[in-house]
C-alpha cells in the first residue's frame, strides 16, 4: 500500500509562485505513473500534469501550460508542481495521485489508485 502526503500549499498574490510537493511511503519502488489534479469548490477534479515513471516524459492541462512544471526525484520518492505566473482560477485543492499499476499517464482520475489529502491553493488579486 502506498501513502502519499502533499506539502507545500498556502496563500500566494497573482504573479506568484508556489512548490507543491508529493512524497510517498510503503513501497520502495517509484515505477509508477504520477499526477497532479486540482478542484475548486463547485467544480469537479480536474487534471493538471502528470509525469511517467522515470520522469521522461510530462503532460499538462492547456490551462497550465508554460507556468507549471511536474518533476521527480525517485531516490526521495517525490513529486513536484512548480507553480508559476499563477492566476486566481488556480485557487483549489491540490491532490496528488499514483497509478501504481502503470507507468504511463491518464488524464483520467479514475485510473489513479491513490491520492494525497489534498493542499489549498489560494490565489488573490
Known amino acids: 500500500q502506498v501513502q502519499l502526503v502533499e506539502s507545500g500549499g498556502g496563500l500566494v498574490q497573482a504573479g506568484g509562485s508556489l512548490r507543491l510537493s508529493c512524497t510517498a511511503s510503503?513501497?520502495?519502488?517509484?515505477?509508477?505513473?504520477m499526477a497532479w489534479f486540482r478542484q475548486a469548490p463547485g467544480k469537479e477534479r480536474a487534471f493538471v500534469a502528470g509525469i511517467n515513471w522515470s520522469g521522461d516524459s510530462t503532460y499538462y492541462a492547456h490551462s497550465v501550460k508554460g507556468r507549471f512544471t511536474i518533476s521527480r526525484d525517485n531516490a526521495k520518492n517525490t513529486v513536484y508542481l512548480q507553480m508559476s505566473s499563477l492566476k486566481p482560477e488556480d485557487t483549489a485543492v491540490y491532490y496528488c495521485?499514483?497509478?501504481?499499476?502503470?507507468?504511463?499517464?491518464?488524464?483520467?482520475?479514475?485510473?489513479?489508485?491513490?491520492w494525497g489529502q489534498g493542499t489549498q491553493v489560494t490565489v488573490s488579486s
Open positions: 510503503g513501497r520502495t519502488s517509484s515505477n509508477y505513473a
Open positions: 495521485a499514483g497509478r501504481l499499476r502503470y507507468r504511463a499517464v491518464t488524464t483520467l482520475p479514475n485510473q489513479y489508485d491513490t
